[in-house]
C-alpha cells in the first residue's frame, strides 16, 4: 500500500480541537500499520465511487480513498459533514494535464448550477453582468488545469461570484484565472502534460496537494505539525528550483509572500540529504534564523540523519563561531568606536576637505568593505556603489584618516566584521576546512559585500551547487546595492523569479506593488521582473488614512484595530509598525486606546515576520524617508539609494499583512503614498 495524504486532510485536522486529533492520529497511525485497514471500522460511501470512512470516535470520521495500491487520507470531520464532504468529491487524473485532483461535484438543476458548500444557488443574471472569462475556449481552460466538469461554470462566473468560484477549484486553474481576471494572460499558465502511463500523484501540480508517507515517522511528523504546511506542499513553481541541479550559484526571487523562505528551507533540507554534506541554513537576522531553525526541525523530524547535517545560524552568528575556532574570539570594533577614531584624526588635523559624514559613509562602503589596507590599495580601488569623484589629493587626504583608524583599532585589538569576513575567505581559499560543504542564505538581497566575498570563496572551493540564495531586491532595506559578479557570485542563467503569492491579498499586494517599479536590475544586469505575480486569494481595499494630527491618527488607527478585534482577529494577529524608535510611543498610544495588547514593532525589526493586520503609522512627510538619514548622506550622489531603501521599508511593512491593511499619518503624508492614490 501506497499511503498518502491530502493538503485538504492537514487543514481539516488543524480545525479540530487537540483532543480530536490525538484521537485521528491514532486512527491514521493503525491504517499505516495495517494495509488493510482490517482494524478498522470501514464503511464505503455509496455516492463516491471509491471513498470511505473510518470511525475516529463516535462522531468522527477519517475520510480515505482507496484506490488500488493507493490510500489516500483525505478529509476528517464529524459524522454528516464529513459525508456530505465525500458525497461531493471525486478524486481524478486531470483530463489534459495528468495531475491527480479532488474535484467538487457541480450540480445542475433546471434553472441553474449549483455550487454545492458555497454560496448555494446562483441564480442567472443580466445579460450586461461582466462575466470575465466567458469567451475563454474549451482548450485554454483545459490547459489551466480547470475540471472538464467546471468549464461552463467558469465562463457563466460573473464578477460577483468569482472568489467563490476560486475557492473550488484545483489551485493551478484558480491562480490562472485569478490572474486573467486581475489583467493577466491565462497562456502564461499553461501546466505541464504528463507522459501516458505517469503516476498522476507524482505530477507537479498533484505534488502541491497530496504527499506520499515513506513510513510511521514521517506520518507523525506530518500530523504532528497541521498548521505548518508550507512544509509540506510545494507549487510547482517552487519545486523547480529547490530539485534542480544547479551548475553554479543559484538565486530565487519574487515579491514578498511568494514563498522564497519555503524554498530556501526546503533547499537545505534536500541537500542535507546527501552523504557527506554539512548545509548551513542562514539569514540576515538571529529572530529569523530562529524561525528557519523552528521550521526546519518540523522538515527534518522524519529524517534526523538530515537533522545532523543541517546547521541554522545568522550569518553574523556562524562566521563569529567560525573565526572564533580557527582564531580564537574577536574584538569587534562598534560603529562609535570608528566614529571617535575618524573624529580624533581631523582633530589631529587630518582628512582636510572631508566633512566626518562623508568618511564614515566611505569607511563603511569602500575602506572596510573591500578590506583597503594601504594608500596604493586605495589609490586604485574603482570605489563601487560611490558616485562622487575624488582625485589622488581628496584620495590622499581622506587615507590619511583612514590610516589613522586601522593604526588605533589595531593598537586595541579591535577588528571589525568585515575584517573576519575577509580571513575567513583567506582561510577557505588556502584549503582550509570551515565546516560547511553548502550555504543557503535566506533574504540575500541585505548581503553585505564583506559577507559577498566570503561566500563567493565558499562557492569556488565546494561544488557547482554549494551556494543557494532567496532574497527579494524589493526588500532590500539595509545596504546600497552592489555587483555581486564581481565579487565572485555570478547568478545570471540561474535566477528564477516567483510568481504566486501565498502569504498577502491581492488587494495588499497590489497596493505594495505600486512603491516599487514594473521591474528591478541589479548591478549585474539580472531583472526581476513583478508583473504577473497573482495572489491567491482576496481581502479588503487598504485603508489610507491622512488625518489632521497625531491626535486624529492615534483615533482613527485605534477605531481600525477595534474593528478588526471585534470582527475576531486575535491581538497576536495585529501588528502596529512605525518608522523608527522615535515614532514608537504614537504606535503605543494606538494599540493601548484600541484596549488590547498588540505588538508595537519598527518597520525594520518586522522585516521577515507576518500579520492577519497591521496598521502602518506616522507616514509623515518628514518621516518616511528618514531626514535624519538624509541630511547624513555624505556622497550626494547616493541621496538616490537611500531614497529607495526606504521606499523598500514601507513596501516591507505594507507586505507583513495578510488581510487587512491600514495607512496612516498626518497630512499631506510621504511623499511615497502618492504612489498609492
Not at 534 to 544: K, R
Not at 597 to 610: F, I, N, P, S
Request: with cysteine; aromatic share 6%.
Amino acid at each position: 500500500m501506497i499511503l498518502l495524504y491530502a493538503s485538504t486532510f492537514t487543514k481539516a485536522l488543524g480545525r479540530l480541537t487537540s483532543a480530536e486529533q490525538k484521537q485521528v492520529k491514532i486512527t491514521a497511525f493503525d491504517l499505516a500499520q495495517d494495509e488493510a485497514g482490517n482494524g478498522l471500522q470501514l464503511h464505503r460511501v455509496d455516492k463516491s465511487p471509491g471513498f470511505w470512512t473510518a470511525r475516529v470516535s463516535q462522531d468522527l470520521r477519517l475520510v480515505l480513498h482507496k484506490d488500488g495500491a493507493h490510500t489516500l487520507l483525505a478529509y476528517v470531520d464529524h459524522h454528516d459533514a464529513a459525508y456530505r464532504w465525500a458525497e461531493r468529491r471525486k478524486l481524478v487524473p486531470h483530463e489534459r494535464t495528468g495531475a491527480m485532483q479532488l474535484v467538487q461535484i457541480v450540480e445542475r438543476t433546471e434553472e441553474h448550477l449549483v455550487y454545492t458548500e458555497s454560496v448555494g444557488a446562483v441564480a442567472p443574471q443580466p445579460a450586461a453582468t461582466h462575466r470575465p472569462f466567458a469567451t475563454l475556449s474549451d482548450d485554454a481552460l483545459l490547459n489551466v488545469g480547470v475540471p472538464r466538469d467546471w468549464l461552463e461554470a467558469v465562463r457563466n462566473a460573473d464578477e460577483a461570484s468569482v472568489d467563490g468560484l476560486f475557492d473550488l477549484l484545483p489551485d493551478e486553474a484558480a491562480e490562472a484565472l485569478l490572474d486573467v481576471a486581475t489583467g493577466g494572460r491565462i497562456e502564461d499558465h499553461v501546466a505541464a502534460t504528463a507522459v501516458a502511463g505517469a503516476d498522476p500523484f507524482a505530477h507537479p501540480d498533484a505534488q502541491r496537494r497530496f504527499r506520499a508517507v515513506a513510513g510511521i515517522e514521517e506520518l507523525k511528523a506530518a500530523l504532528d505539525a497541521p498548521f505548518a504546511q508550507w512544509a509540506v506542499f510545494l507549487h510547482p513553481a517552487q519545486r523547480a528550483p529547490v530539485t534542480r541541479d544547479w551548475q553554479g550559484p543559484a538565486r530565487v526571487s519574487g515579491s514578498a509572500g511568494t514563498g522564497k523562505t519555503i524554498v530556501a528551507l526546503h533547499r537545505a533540507v534536500r541537500l542535507a540529504g546527501t552523504e557527506g554534506a554539512r548545509v548551513l541554513l542562514t539569514t540576515f537576522s538571529k529572530p529569523l534564523a530562529t524561525a528557519l531553525a523552528d521550521k526546519a526541525m518540523l522538515m527534518t523530524e522524519a529524517v534526523p540523519e538530515r537533522r545532523d547535517r543541517l546547521t541554522v545560524r545568522a550569518l553574523d552568528q556562524a562566521a563569529y563561531d567560525l573565526y572564533a575556532a580557527a582564531f580564537g574570539q574577536p574584538s569587534l570594533a562598534t560603529a562609535s568606536q570608528v566614529r571617535a577614531a575618524i573624529e580624533a584624526a581631523m582633530k589631529d588635523g587630518r582628512g582636510a576637505g572631508h566633512d566626518a559624514a562623508f568618511l564614515l559613509e566611505e569607511w563603511d562602503e569602500v575602506i572596510d568593505a573591500w578590506g583597503i589596507a594601504d594608500a596604493q590599495s586605495y589609490a586604485a580601488v574603482p570605489r563601487l556603489g560611490r558616485k562622487t569623484r575624488l582625485g589622488p589629493k581628496q584620495r590622499e587626504s581622506a587615507w590619511e584618516v583612514f590610516a589613522y583608524v586601522r593604526e588605533r583599532l589595531g593598537e586595541r585589538g579591535l577588528t571589525t566584521w568585515a575584517d573576519v569576513y575577509a580571513r575567513l575567505g583567506e582561510r577557505v581559499a588556502a584549503g582550509k576546512d570551515i565546516r560547511f560543504t553548502h550555504v543557503v542564505v535566506d533574504e540575500a538581497q541585505d548581503l553585505s559585500v564583506a559577507q559577498a566575498r566570503f561566500l563567493a570563496a565558499v562557492g569556488r572551493a565546494g561544488g557547482p551547487d554549494a551556494l543557494f540564495f532567496t532574497g527579494d531586491l524589493g526588500q532590500r532595506i539595509f545596504r546600497l546595492p552592489f555587483s555581486w559578479a564581481k565579487l565572485g557570485i555570478d547568478v545570471r542563467g540561474r535566477a528564477t523569479v516567483l510568481k504566486v503569492c501565498y502569504r498577502t491579498s491581492h488587494q495588499i499586494r497590489q497596493t505594495a506593488d505600486r512603491l516599487l517599479g514594473r521591474e528591478i536590475t541589479d548591478q549585474d544586469g539580472v531583472t526581476e521582473t513583478r508583473t504577473g505575480t497573482v495572489s491567491v486569494f482576496d481581502g479588503l481595499e487598504p485603508v489610507l488614512a491622512l488625518v489632521d494630527d497625531t491626535v486624529a491618527e492615534c483615533d482613527a488607527v485605534a477605531a481600525w484595530l477595534r474593528a478588526a478585534l471585534a470582527e475576531g482577529f486575535a491581538p497576536d494577529e495585529l501588528a502596529v509598525l512605525v518608522r523608527g524608535q522615535g515614532q514608537l510611543g504614537r504606535g503605543r498610544a494606538a494599540a493601548k486606546a484600541a484596549g488590547a495588547d498588540l505588538r508595537v514593532l519598527t518597520m525594520h525589526d518586522a522585516k521577515g515576520l507576518e500579520f492577519r493586520g497591521v496598521a502602518v503609522m506616522a507616514l509623515d512627510e518628514d518621516v518616511l524617508p528618514d531626514a535624519d538619514r538624509l541630511a547624513g548622506v555624505g556622497d550626494i550622489a547616493d541621496l538616490e539609494a537611500v531614497q529607495d531603501t526606504e521606499r523598500h521599508l514601507l513596501y516591507v511593512a505594507a507586505t507583513r499583512a495578510r488581510d487587512r491593511l491600514m495607512l496612516a499619518g498626518v497630512a499631506p503624508g510621504s511623499e511615497f503614498l502618492d504612489d498609492l492614490k
